[in-house]
């Protein structure tokens, strides 16, 4: 039980830490006095442990395995260092910079159907029809045939 409230009290990367630097033979010693029950049950908490972690998977099951061999002491000494705090700063920057790419893209869009709807009113107001409006969209804008197509449908007023 005192190896499962171990594992219970881990929350945050340092927690993480001091369970890995835990001195083997002790951590051996307590599985080593455990029934299959328990064994298995901490097998599974630290599989679980090791998912939410993002631990690949045959990684992970290396690390069971050496539960059920009763060889935990040594599970987490290859294990790469990480900083779950950094993480999370890393994924909310990322996200804030997504949501601002995101934010920006939308403001492109709208400016670029004004700049659209400007210049199918300019060609309308020079007495250009809508056959003319879409080949020039299509020559000297780039606009691909459905895509001048489209614009020209979507802000040609009647």
């Known amino acids: 039980m005192s190896l499962?409230?171990?594992?219970?009290?881990?929350?945050?990367?340092e927690d993480f830490r001091r369970f890995a630097q835990s001195p083997p033979e002790e951590i051996d010693r307590i599985l080593?006095?455990?029934?299959?029950?328990?064994?298995?049950?901490?097998?599974?908490i630290m599989y679980s442990l090791l998912m939410k972690?993002?631990?690949?998977?045959?990684e992970a099951n290396q690390y069971v395995e050496m539960v059920e061999?009763?060889?935990?002491?040594?599970?987490?000494?290859?294990i790469e260092k990480m900083?779950?705090?950094?993480?999370?700063?890393?994924?909310?920057?990322?996200?804030?910079e997504a949501e601002e790419a995101k934010q920006k893209a939308?403001?492109?869009?709208?400016?670029?159907?004004?700049?659209?709807?400007?210049?199918?009113s300019m060609s309308r107001n020079q007495g250009s029809?809508?056959?003319?409006?879409i080949v020039s969209l299509v020559e000297q804008y780039g606009f691909s045939h459905e895509e001048a197509e489209s614009s020209v449908d979507l802000f040609w007023t009647d």
Request: charged share 35%.
């Open 106 to 120: 939308e403001e492109a869009e709208q400016k670029m159907q004004r700049v659209i709807k400007t210049i199918i």
């Open 53 to 58: 972690m993002n631990v690949p998977v045959e």
């Open 32 to 44: 080593e006095n455990t029934t299959e029950s328990i064994r298995r049950t901490i097998r599974d």
């Open 69 to 78: 061999e009763c060889h935990m002491g040594y599970l987490f000494e290859n």
């Open 129 to 133: 029809t809508r056959r003319e409006t």
């Open 4 to 13: 499962l409230m171990m594992i219970n009290k881990i929350q945050s990367a």
């Open 83 to 96: 900083d779950i705090q950094a993480e999370r700063r890393n994924t909310a920057q990322a996200r804030k």
